[in-house]
């Protein structure tokens, strides 16, 4: 496990916008560029420490520039680990996780580095700094704090043992959910039990049953929310029951793959590490960093919408049951029942068929000439597809970005496609951040779980999934668009609750008149949608909102109660605690469960949104009153555009997030145009 320089990640790479060379990656190339990465940061931070003299550039430029073999590894390893992964990355991760949680803490939680930083805090209008300089200087100081660098040498000990121990945890939880969700998929062994289905659909069922070995049958893999997409199709009550059971017990069966211990051990600890740094809980610990500051202020804001968005659920269910009891139904409207009679009814009300929109939402047309389209007229972004880049995977399809003047911006690799080795989701990755101090330009990565349509066909896309792409692709474009001296500052490096702002907002050009009417055409026929189509989607905007809304909030309260316990509540029992949190709030609705209940809540657990999630929602209100900025000022114009670009998208995290969106919108948002898209008013 030797490392030198023929290691690809031992020095940068030489290939196009640094793409990693994936030709000379392989299995075997991790482990030493990681060791050898974290040896080489800690010379660098002790050849800081070496300096007498303590400055801006000596002291926080070169922690900046410190740790860049690590950094190529890790950037690599993780998008490579949830995008494709296997046996041999599993073990590596789970080998790093620790050591990574004990090498960063040697760094944020060494007293000497810490007392350097603090010195040119505490001067800081002293030393003539410019903007970016000065809040650069301000986040390190805020890092080493929040990462507990003040506290006492036998506090920073114990906090390192529960840092390296919930490292392990977080790994473990990803594990058992991964193999958990492969080994819930469902087999089917009639083909009439897929009725509703297209043919198109039921092949790919069959073809994913074929990769497992289960010639002549047909399979459904569990996806990471609540539920399942084709529960809006499949009229076999007994086979929608069946996926939704297993989709409510991912991560809870008494197996190897039970998350219940995992998950109350990590509540556990991290109510003890908030002890530490002398608050109450996790929750108060993270929201000091955030916009939302306290978690009082997060539940004051969902207190606003709880009560309404279950009132709408509950006259939604009422609608719903009626549908299904006229169609023959018995009993009472259960949660796998809600999706296929939400779209019956929505065809009934609105005359409008989901399952009749898919042809109209094709894949490349939808990339090309929806995505790429508008991000073109309201950039000036162009966009060339590199089949000759090798990228980590063979799905994974690498498109260059120019500037409207033909310059570089970017690299784009968007990869698409569910499988097994790919974790659940939809989201986005950096393999290259751009910066000045290095001079790079970026490399984003964006993945979505859109099922693979067997061999020559055509991947079309629910009006979701197509909202899903869009979405993820604001995220791409906050990267891609950054224009940032440091790597600390670039693309989506904001406050966690202000990261989903920049690609909400983007979901807004899925149904632009401009942008829908370029896209969504019939992929045989190319037929444009029907108007009447477009009209009943605006009408039908808020259908159902009072579920999507009650399902979220429930998920965003079972979060913040999981970090709300301190250290000396004793939580046993995880499904009467997620209950009772749920209860408490007034969200406990049979029909709507939790879009994520705790074993397979990974955002929380195995991600960074721990005490955090409720950030979709809070940037919600920010990308709701931003799309009224828009419409009152023209909307899909250059002039709207390079506003947003030049304010908010191409600063990154360089200055204080709200500061940022006061300066594009000239106002602070208020909460009232979410309510009223959300038909909560």
């Known amino acids: ?76 390893f993780y998008n490579k680990s949830s995008s494709d992964t296997s046996k041999a ?65 036998a506090q920073r000990e114990e906090l390192t043992k529960l840092n390296e121990e919930l490292s392990k945890l977080e790994t ?3 594990k058992n959910l991964l193999n958990d969700t492969n080994a819930l998929a469902v087999v089917v062994d009639d083909v009439a039990e897929l009725d509703g289905l297209t043919e198109g ?82 929750a108060e610990h993270v929201l000091q960093d955030r916009n939302a500051a306290h978690p009082d202020n997060v539940h004051k804001m ?20 009626a549908a299904m009891q006229a169609d023959g139904g018995n009993g009472n409207l259960q949660s796998w029942d809600w999706d296929l009679y939400t779209e019956r009814v929505r065809e009934a009300k609105f005359n409008l068929d989901s399952a009749a929109l898919k042809p109209y939402f094709e894949l490349e047309r939808v990339l090309f000439d929806g995505v790429f389209y508008a991000a073109n007229k309201l950039f000036g972004l162009s966009f060339k597809e590199r089949k000759d880049l090798k990228t980590y995977h063979p799905e994974a399809r690498a498109f260059e970005v120019f500037n409207e003047d033909g310059s570089k911006l970017a690299l784009f690799i968007g990869d698409f496609f569910t499988r097994d080795s790919k974790r659940g989701g939809a989201w986005m990755n950096n393999l290259v951040d751009q910066n000045f ?63 989903e702002f920049p690609s909400q907002v983007n979901e807004m050009w899925l149904s632009w008149p401009e942008v829908i009417d370029n896209y969504a055409r019939h992929y045989e026929t190319g037929e444009r949608i029907p108007q009447d189509w477009l009209d009943s989607l605006k009408a039908s905007s808020t259908f159902n909102e009072g579920h999507a809304t009650t399902s979220y909030l429930a998920a965003a309260i079972l979060d913040l109660a999981w970090h709300q316990i301190t250290e000396d509540d004793d939580i046993r029992d995880v499904e009467a605690f997620e209950a009772k949190a749920i209860a408490d709030y007034g969200l406990d609705f049979d029909p709507v469960p939790t879009r994520y209940r705790s074993t397979y809540f990974s955002h929380i657990f195995a991600g960074g949104y721990a005490a955090g999630y409720y950030g979709y929602i809070w940037s919600e209100v920010l990308d709701a009153d931003t799309v009224d ?50 038909g909560l008013i």
């Not at 030393?127 to 704090?145: K, S």
């Not at 207190?303 to 049951?321: D, G, S, Y």
Request: glycine share 6%.
């Open 1 to 76: 496990m030797t490392f030198n320089d023929q290691n690809p990640f031992a020095q940068r790479s030489t290939l196009e916008y640094e793409l990693p060379d994936f030709s000379a990656i392989n299995d075997e190339s991790y482990l030493p560029a990681f060791y050898a990465g974290c040896e080489q940061q800690l010379a660098e931070v002790a050849a800081i420490l070496a300096q007498q003299e303590v400055t801006f550039d000596n002291t926080i430029v070169a922690l900046e520039r410190s740790g860049q073999v690590l950094n190529r590894m890790l950037m690599v």
């Open 89 to 153: 990355l599993d073990d590596i991760e789970e080998e790093i996780a620790p050591k990574l949680a004990a090498h960063s803490d040697a760094i944020r939680l060494n007293p000497a580095l810490f007392g350097r930083i603090k010195q040119l805090f505490d001067n800081r209008s002293a030393l003539g700094l410019n903007t970016e300089d000065e809040w650069l200087l301000e986040r390190y100081y805020q890092d080493f704090t929040h990462a507990g660098a003040h506290l006492s040498d």
């Open 172 to 174: 473990q939880f990803g």
């Open 201 to 282: 659909q039921i092949a790919a069922c069959a073809q994913a049953a074929k990769d497992r070995g289960l010639e002549g049958k047909w399979l459904i893999g569990m996806v990471n929310f609540t539920g399942h997409p084709m529960l809006a199709q499949l009229t076999n009550r007994a086979l929608r029951e069946r996926i939704m059971k297993n989709s409510l017990i991912k991560g809870k069966q008494d197996n190897e793959n039970d998350n219940r211990p995992v998950l109350l051990k990590m509540a556990a600890l991290r109510a003890r590490r908030a002890k530490l740094f002398g608050v109450a809980t996790h």
């Open 302 to 321: 969902l207190r606003q919408i709880a009560p309404a968005a279950v009132r709408n659920a509950k006259l939604e269910a009422a609608e719903l049951e």
């Open 437 to 499: 101090l290095f001079g790079q330009l970026p490399v984003v990565v964006n993945n979505l779980n859109v099922p693979k349509p067997a061999a020559g066909e055509p991947a079309l896309l629910t009006y979701d999934e197509t909202t899903t792409l869009f979405h993820e692709f604001g995220h791409a474009l906050h990267g891609m668009l950054s224009n940032v001296k440091y790597p600390r500052f670039s693309g989506t490096s904001v406050q966690r609750d202000f990261v």
């Open 629 to 678: 900025w828009f419409k009152q000022n023209g909307g899909l114009t250059r002039a709207n555009g390079d506003h947003f670009r030049d304010t908010l998208l191409s600063r990154g995290g360089s200055l204080n997030s709200m500061q940022m969106f006061r300066n594009f919108r000239g106002q602070d948002a208020t909460i009232e145009p979410l309510l009223k898209r959300r």
